[in-house]
């Protein structure tokens, strides 16, 4: 038996609940309680990890330290939790039948015929149930993604069902997030949504012991009395969960309705000491009343969806909290940048970032927005892509070199100053072949980031195919832009800087995805800093 209690978290009614963050929440909860927590992602769609998948469809994809390409949720996690995650922590439906198909390939199943249960459901409770075999975690919180009632759900829930008689009542808790809306015309919140959903779940076996439900307006007595009525759960069960002013409330929300005591009642585990969350709670007034405010541009391809760039706009919360400085943020589409419109788009910023990506579209738009800031002395921070278009755009403008491209946007470009890695060039399959998770990085004396970093060995995440083209290295240092960081086994370039430039730095890897409330990004947080001096120093 595994000495680690799981907490269940499903969705009803709707999507976009907030599932991610009620977990999170909750975890953060225990975590300052003194648990050992840790959270993992089920989704039920068949692609084998979301790498593939278009930002449109699925927002930003999460990057793990061990390079697993996953869901934003686990962004969530680590930013709340401040500890990291890992590929078992993101399952997909696709993984689940690539792993059972398999099996059957090599004969694992001797010959039985092998079926959605007991053979799909196997393999997702053993997957549900790995991470307790690490022997590290008290509490492992769950979410299934999706909404019950799907279809693709159906497997998952069944695999909770079992595991609930498996494991015992006590080793289980199974928390239903579902939506109670308001009817204006009516002037009154409806819980008759609620009691399909928990009817669903309890259709398939499985009865819910806590609901938490998300409204805009407040829970009543009457309505949790009701909520609990019909749907078999106790009073206390019923967890208000009212529309917040920043995700970072939610823990605190959630410590009110007592969702933490709840939740550890019903797995019979002791409440130890009160939540140690001062830290927390200072940080939530920084971002809400902050003394100072900048305006930073975001220049991408897929500014339509705010998901897409999630990580990159919660670290600039925790970077602004960490200047004291509200930092907006203006998304500007790359697509649209001209040469005769790029003052009116960013003349106004106090910086800009410029955002990974991957393909063709936008990309002149991109180049064009680092002219402009490099030739007018304005904060410039690049994220991989972002890094590879001022690599281009040093060389076409200040080398001279008219053609300079990088060969994933013109396969044959005389100057490719970004190309692929000799090993890469022989792969043809998309999913899962890019230079992916963490690696070390040493940086140069006197850079800009060894003063952000405050060492000189730092270890990131990268998500991509192309790299710099080492055989520029002397023409562009001698130019004025230095590769300050490198890989210290492949020589990789990792960083470069324009060191005459007030802040002008590119990275090839993700600062974003290791930004927490606890420790936000050094990178991150000198650039806002330098953004405050520009903005306080403009004419
Ligand atoms: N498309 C670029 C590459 O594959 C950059 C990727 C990114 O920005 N994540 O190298």
């Known amino acids: ?17 907030g599932k991610g963050i009620i977990s999170a929440s909750l975890a953060k909860l225990l975590q300052s309680r003194g648990y050992t927590v840790t959270i993992q992602k089920f989704d039920p769609y ?17 990057v793990t330290n061990d390079g697993a390409e996953t869901d934003l949720d686990l962004g969530h996690y680590e930013r709340f939790l401040n500890s990291a995650t890992s590929q078992a922590n993101n399952v997909t439906t696709g993984r689940i039948y690539k792993t059972v198909i398999e099996n059957e390939r090599r004969g694992e199943y001797l010959g039985k015929t092998v079926q959605v249960i007991p053979h799909i459901t196997n393999e997702i409770k053993r997957r549900m149930m790995m991470l307790s075999e690490t022997g590290q975690y008290d509490v492992i919180i769950t979410e299934l993604g999706g909404t019950v009632g799907d279809i693709e759900s159906l497997p998952y829930i069944e695999a909770v069902r079992q595991l609930r008689w498996e494991l015992g009542q006590d080793a289980i808790c199974i928390i239903h997030l579902t939506l109670i809306p308001y009817l204006k015309a009516a002037k009154e919140l409806k819980t008759k949504p609620t009691q399909h959903s928990v009817k669903d779940l309890q259709e398939l076996g499985v009865q819910p012991d806590i609901l938490v439900c998300r409204t805009e307006h407040k829970l009543n007595a009457d309505i949790r009395k009701k909520i609990a009525l019909f749907c078999n759960v106790n009073q206390n069960a019923v967890i208000e969960s ?34 140690e969350l001062e830290a927390w709670k200072d940080f939530i007034l920084r971002v809400k009343h902050p003394n100072n405010e900048i305006t930073i541009g975001l220049v991408g391809k897929y500014v339509e969806l705010q998901d897409a760039y999630k990580s990159i706009i919660e670290s600039f919360v925790h970077a602004g909290a960490e200047n004291d400085c509200k930092v907006n943020i203006k998304t500007i589409q790359s697509e649209l940048l001209t040469p005769e419109n790029v003052k009116e788009k960013l003349g106004e910023m106090d910086g800009v970032l410029v955002a990974p990506g991957f393909g063709n579209r936008g990309i002149e738009g991109k180049i064009e927005a680092i002219h402009y ?30 053609n300079a491209n990088s060969t994933e946007m013109n396969t044959s470009t005389t100057d490719p100053v970004i190309d692929l890695m000799e090993g890469q060039k022989e792969v043809s399959q998309k999913g899962g072949t890019m230079r992916l998770g963490a690696y070390q990085c040493e940086l140069k004396k006197g850079s800009k980031s060894i003063i952000a970093y405050g060492k000189n060995k730092i270890n990131e995440r990268h998500r991509h195919r192309y790299e710099y083209n080492n055989a520029y290295e002397t023409a562009f240092e001698k130019a004025g832009m230095v590769a300050t960081g490198k890989n210290p086994e ?46 306080a120093d403009k004419p």
């Open 1 to 17: 038996m595994p000495k680690s209690k799981f907490v269940f978290v499903t969705g009803g009614v709707t999507s976009s609940l």
């Open 46 to 62: 068949i692609n084998v990890d979301p790498g593939t998948m278009n930002p449109y469809e699925h927002g930003e994809c999460y």
């Open 242 to 275: 009212i529309d917040a002013d920043t995700i970072y409330d939610v823990p605190l929300l959630m410590l009110k309705e007592k969702l933490d005591k709840v939740t550890l009642a019903r797995l019979k585990l002791p409440l130890r000491n009160e939540p």
């Open 373 to 402: 800031l490099r030739t007018h002395n304005v904060p410039f921070f690049g994220i991989c892509l972002g890094m590879q278009m001022a690599v281009i755009e040093f060389a076409r403008n200040v080398l001279n070199l008219k």
């Open 490 to 535: 492949t020589n990789l370039v990792e960083i470069v800087e324009i060191p005459k430039h007030r802040w002008f730095v590119g990275v090839q890897y993700h600062p974003e995805l290791k930004s927490t409330v606890e420790n936000p990004h050094p990178l991150f947080v000198k650039f806002v800093k330098a953004c405050m001096d520009y903005s």
